[in-house]
């Protein structure tokens, strides 16, 4: 199982496979030991019109499409809306996009089994359900339009929302036909158009449906809802990983004008009031004294300094842990006379830190049944906690999705921590009276759920030609799927993604690559781009060492590896990139340039930094991208989901890093938390490679590859490696 | 002890307690939304609105302090300012949160320097974070919009 997106399976629309979010979120289902689309959508009330349930058309014509997806930024709203108005030969222009309601079984991602968005899979599963959804709805328009004017439907075409027949002159609207149409039984195989007739998919005409309402603060995300007789949470939570509320005492909270409330909880004792400020003042005066006999204890440093020794050989293994092969061919310890390069690399925790805190309004207890109102990145996972706390089918539990200012994976996880502390505070305060909880950025960065710290040593023989001959590679990680439901028998994929199935371990006769996946009491999770974000860089940074040591240009290196391993895909994205950065001429004065490839989530990426050295810091100017994701159906979007990609990318390349000391987060805000700002930020370029497979991810695959880019350009120009980031450490 | 303040041309009397942030004033009184919370210090600019036509972090400000200042906020732009076009335009947002905060943050350099540098920008907008990265989009607009309505400043003339 790795995070590739089955291509054939994709073209296929079949349902189901095991991707890494798709292993993620299969597992929800598991969780109630069912079929997933079944039983969890049991007491789920969803209108679907005539349509079906992703289309719907007014009588004046226009199209409304609906996501199952949530929006988070990366276009995926409007990308689906084109797949419809591709196969629909809707105007464009009078589409517009609308959010599902929460629904296992309509709005299952076919890639999951459950309804939820994750692993760049949005518009990949969607691809051929929407077209077929969007197909359908035409036939039912020409077959409405040849029984009214009888004349035969093949001979009816349409365009831009319009319905012709050329021959008798005779044409209408889709609003002139609804009637006729819905009455149409929608055909179950709908001919699709082939990819030479698209005339929207692939163009610039697909842009964002949303950019009016986020330039006028008039996009709705949780933070703005506003509930009649809503009241407003806060929680004081755990110092330490581990700890639990021992006692309290609220009497000072309750003084605040405002504070309602003051209510222990699972997580903390949470102060609920008739505003965010009266709440968090409420907090600020409120006694709890902590139990930290199970506390974690442990911070960074002694996490990095056992990994390392582990990974060395050194050190006894605690009980039950024990090393898994990922990757194994050959004898990777014979010797050989080959140059040798060895290296650890060490990743620090990583905070998702998206600009719009974790929050959540929740109403239990009313006439109406459970409902939620807020960005839910996984709906099927928060309903079934959901529904564990209050006590109700999954299904019913009704979730309104909003616009999310960011995620990075940070809103899905198996526990629905954030949903699941609103529910409980809303279950409390009862009657239906919704509860809006709010995360301030101390609580979002101080509770978890980070990219995991990361240990990696490398050791590489080179062979006669300087090509690796052996290749031993050892990964520690802390598995992010432990705890699921589905905890992975043997090794978790995501933790060694990138490595494993490397073309470069490919291309090497000998290899032992084995992981080694510790627990700790720092709750871990995907973070945008997953086991990329340390697999890209140590795969990469260790190629442009191995071409040092073997005399050869980077780009040439890897031409030859990725012929040996056949990838394709990987030559042409190099190719490409190689051409427009101009690689064969020189760089500008004082500007090194670097290179990484990598494969994620289905598509290929290429990027060469160029990067400028200011007062011994990596400065980064311009950076060619070149990307196969199968069709593109926004080109647009997919530039700006490479270029916002490449600034994640780049953020935790040179600043990021979430430091634990004795098991509390020590770093809670952007002043100790520096992220990347404006002007720091690279110019991108990004070219497509023409491709008529199905689309593949986008809103991850542009995040990996600037790290090891940027760190080879740095030694390019200095001779010297990077084995730690970030690079700037605050 | 009402406070009043005069909120995009119109004079209104909030109840808060004087040392609220303005930001929950706009937010959970008034009911404006635009104006955003990311970090609550200063940190980030999501929160960004003008007082007399500079930016501020709304997060920080008692509300006690904005008395009888003028304040703008995104829906004090009317959806109209040529940079609200130009963020259409270029398809500058994505997950758009950071984006109310960065509009209100170029409108005020843009007001007091319609031609400005690249490191103008970049040092006017430094202080508005955007984690989804739109960071070029966001440059790319400002300058669209420069070059489209700014009149050369002696500086850039000469
Ligand atoms: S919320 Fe005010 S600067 Fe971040
Ligand atoms: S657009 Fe998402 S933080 Fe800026």
Known sequence: MNSRVDQAAARSGATRRGLVVGTALVSGALLVGCSPADLMSAGAKTEVGAFGPFIRIAADGAVTVVSKHIEFGQGSHAGLAAIVAEELDADWSRVSVEQSPANSKLYANTLMGVQGTGGSTAIANSWMQLRKAGAAARAMFTGAAAAAWKVPEAEITVKDSVVSHVASGKSAGFGDLIQGAAAIKPPAEPSLKAPEAFTLIGTDRVRRKDSLAKSTGQARYTQDVNLAGMLTAVVAHAPRFGAKVSGFDAAEARKVAGVVDVIEIPTGVAVVAKSTWAAIQGRNVLKVTWDESKAEGRGSAELEAQYTDWAAGKGALPDKLKWESFESRGDAAAAGEGEVFEATFDFPFLAHASMEPMNCVAQVGGKGGTKLTFASQSQTIDQINTARIVGALPGSIQIETLFAGGSFGRRANFQSDFVAECVQIAKKVGKGTPVKLIWTREDDMAAGYFRPLTHHRVRVRLDKDGYPATWTHRVVTQSLMKGSPLAPRGFDATTVEGAMGSPYLKATPAVDGQVLMPENGVPVLWWRSVGATHTAYVMEHTLDHLAKKAGKDPVAYRLTLFEKAGAARHIAVLKLAAEKAGWDKPAPAGVTRGVAVHECFGSVVAQIAEVRLVDGNPKVGRVVTAIDCGTAISPDQIAAQIEGGTCFGLSAALHDEMIIKAGAVDRKNFDAYPVLRHSEAPKVETYILPSTNPPSGVGEPGVPVIAPAVANAVLAATGTGTFRLPMIRA | ?158
């Open chain 2, 1 to 158: 002890m009402a406070t009043s303040l005069e909120i995009n041309g119109r004079t209104v009397q909030v109840e808060s307690a004087p040392d609220t942030p303005l930001l929950w004033v706009l937010r959970d009184e008034v009911g404006l939304t635009g104006a955003k919370f990311g970090c609550g210090i200063g940190q980030c600019g999501a929160c960004t609105v003008l007082a007399d036509g500079t930016p501020v972090r709304s997060c920080s400000l008692p509300v006690s302090a904005l008395s009888g200042m003028k304040i703008t906020t995104i829906e004090g732009l009317g959806g109209t300012h040529p940079l609200q076009e130009a963020w259409v335009k270029l398809d500058v947002p994505q997950c758009g949160y950071c984006q109310t905060g960065q509009i209100m943050s170029a409108a005020a350099l843009l007001a007091s320097n319609p031609r400005p540098s690249d490191a103008e920008i970049d040092a006017a907008m430094e202080g508005n974070i955007c984690r989804c990265g739109a960071y070029q989009r966001i440059h790319a607009a400002i300058q669209e919009v420069a070059q489209a309505t700014g009149q050369p400043t002696a500086k850039s003339r000469a």
